[in-house]
């Protein structure tokens, strides 16, 4: 696997899968951008939360980004995963090569001591 046509189509597979996983509280909504033009994807988390420690009914507004990837000079670059098992660990079972991952929640430091690639 290494073509940017091919990882545009895995990245939106695989986010699309994660807004299949329900919340276990609140109403919360799962919402994919693809800019398949400038190539950014994210999965965007939006809606409501209970706050029992304030009273029964009370809730909280819910808006943030749970997924982040760019594919930059033929690298998928991880921006935010607050997913459990991670999306690069989901890249490289659909084959994507570790050295076209970049994890660029970590400093490049940090990169340096990983599998991945560093930029």
């Not at 940017?4 to 509280?25: F, G, K, M, V």
């Amino acid at each position: 696997m290494g073509t940017t046509a091919q990882y545009r189509q895995l990245i939106c597979n695989i986010l699309t899968e994660h807004t299949q996983i329900p919340y276990s509280y609140g109403d919360i909504l799962h919402e994919t951008i693809f800019d398949q033009e400038h190539d950014r994807y994210l999965v965007m988390i939006l809606g409501r939360e209970p706050v029992p420690e304030l009273s029964p009914t009370a809730t909280r507004r819910v808006h943030g980004c749970l997924i982040h990837i760019d594919i930059i000079d033929g690298k998928i670059w991880i921006q935010r995963d607050g997913t459990e098992e991670g999306i690069a660990t989901e890249l490289v079972r659909a084959g994507v090569p570790k050295d076209r991952i970049v994890l660029a929640f970590w400093s490049e430091e940090l990169r340096k001591d990983s599998e991945f690639a560093v930029a």
